[in-house]
């Protein structure tokens, strides 16, 4: 059966959803430079909307469009020359490679992505150029949804892709997979990072909004295309923390966008489906050797979804499992989230000593939550001045709209 233009269209858009990304990844192997793949990764698509009507969809679209896509940045290459020399040198070395390396297929499309993944995530780039490099040409995003997620200016974002990458190239860092002996170090700023663009999808640092479905959804993508390619037990639990944090996304805000606390979500409005997923990702990083702090945050989680309520929740179990991740890897937010459940196990005056001395070293003295935090100890030990206190200095410091109306709230109430 002939397929029509319009078939063959609707197919070159599925593929270009499903394996850009992976003809991108394998074009960078190839070519050695980011924007040289990335042009030849548009030259390939926009050839097959010419060829493919015309001669049918290949077997192999990947192995076409990874075949195109190189010869086409050969070419352009090639007409470059015309104004450098040494432009042709290298198109002629570029090509006699292309016919030599018949069997490029077999280094393979997860080694591609993998080695793409750590080059975005090298720690010589900045935190900022690592987030914005990984969601352009990992993920696939534009600039200006990034821009728009981050709440930044798209020329701000663009410029630090392109610092990034002159750092790739200028620096030298190799486009490959560490070392056995480095990949250790190297894994946990991929981690961060994924981590990080989870986190503003979550939990949003400041906008209208709560949550940016898109972005988290994009960050759980990449845990599982990370967790497929290394299997390691904290890649695992990361994405178990992941799933099982946007379980409760939807329960996170009413109708109307306003703050839904954790004591009174619905929780029908859990997503079971990526419970049950996340919970057995769980059990599987806990019984591997290696496990970290991912795996004890979902760990905590998981503890939480398995809850018909808060009240039934087994805080006592909680509270061991943050004094296990307070030892794996001590912070100021994992002592504060730690004395948060405390409160809830031994009461709120328990809770706000804790709170007391966290505060008192400094630490979080800016961080709205802590301050947030506080007021509610002190509004359910019904001292109203002091917990309306906390909570406008927590007002103060939160750019995020929804936590300001909540917090007004608050403060209304203690008035």
């Known amino acids: 059966m002939v397929e029509s233009p319009q078939q063959i269209r609707e197919k070159v858009d599925d593929i270009y959803r499903q394996q850009s990304r992976q003809v991108f990844a394998t074009l960078i192997r190839l070519l050695g430079d980011f924007d040289l793949a990335e042009d030849a990764l548009h030259d390939a698509f926009a050839a097959a909307l010419v060829q493919w009507p015309k001669e049918g969809v290949p077997n192999n679209p990947r192995a076409w469009l990874v075949s195109a896509g190189r010869f086409k940045a050969i070419d352009a290459i090639r007409r470059r020359a015309r104004f450098d020399a040494s432009l042709g040198i290298i198109a002629e070395k570029m090509e006699a490679d292309a016919q030599a390396d018949a069997h490029w297929e077999t280094e393979g499309v997860e080694d591609d992505q993998l080695r793409l993944i750590f080059t975005c995530c090298h720690p010589a780039l900045p935190a900022e150029g690592r987030i914005a490099l990984t969601l352009r040409e990992v993920c696939g995003l534009t600039t200006e949804e990034i821009a728009r997620a981050f709440l930044s200016a798209p020329p701000t974002v663009a410029q630090r892709i392109v610092r990034a990458k002159a750092k790739i190239r200028d620096s030298g860092i190799p486009y490959k997979v560490p070392s056995a002996e480095d990949l250790p170090d190297r894994l946990e700023t991929v981690l961060q990072v994924v981590y990080l663009v989870f986190n503003e999808g979550y939990s949003a640092s400041s906008g209208e909004s709560l949550t940016r479905a898109d972005l988290s959804g994009e960050a759980i993508r990449l845990g599982r295309l990370l967790m497929g390619l290394l299997p390691n037990p904290e890649v695992v639990g990361l ?117 007391d001395a966290i505060l008192a070293s400094g630490d979080l003295a800016d961080y709205h939550l802590a301050h947030s935090a506080r007021a509610d100890m002190c509004r359910r030990l019904g001292r109203k001045d002091e917990a309306k206190a906390s909570y406008e200095r927590a007002l103060e410091l939160t750019q995020l709209e929804p936590e300001r109306r909540f917090l007004e709230g608050r403060i209304l109430e203690m008035a």
Do not use: C
């Not at 009413?254 to 619905?266: I, T």
């Not at 912070?331 to 709170?355: F, H, K, Q």
């Open 239 to 355: 994405a178990a923390l992941m799933l099982l944090q946007e379980s409760r996304r939807l329960a996170r805000t009413s109708s109307n966008g306003d703050l839904v606390l954790l004591e009174n979500q619905d929780r029908s409005k859990w997503d079971g489906e990526l419970i049950r997923e996340g919970i057995a990702l769980v059990e599987r990083a806990l019984a591997s050797p290696g496990f970290g702090a991912y795996t004890l945050q979902a760990a905590i989680a998981a503890v939480h979804a398995e809850a018909p309520d808060t009240a039934a929740t087994d805080w006592a179990q909680i509270v061991s499992l943050y004094d296990v991740l307070a030892r794996a890897e001590p912070s100021p937010v994992v002592a504060l989230n730690r004395a948060v459940a405390v409160a809830m196990r031994d009461g709120p005056e328990a809770g706000l000593a804790e709170i």
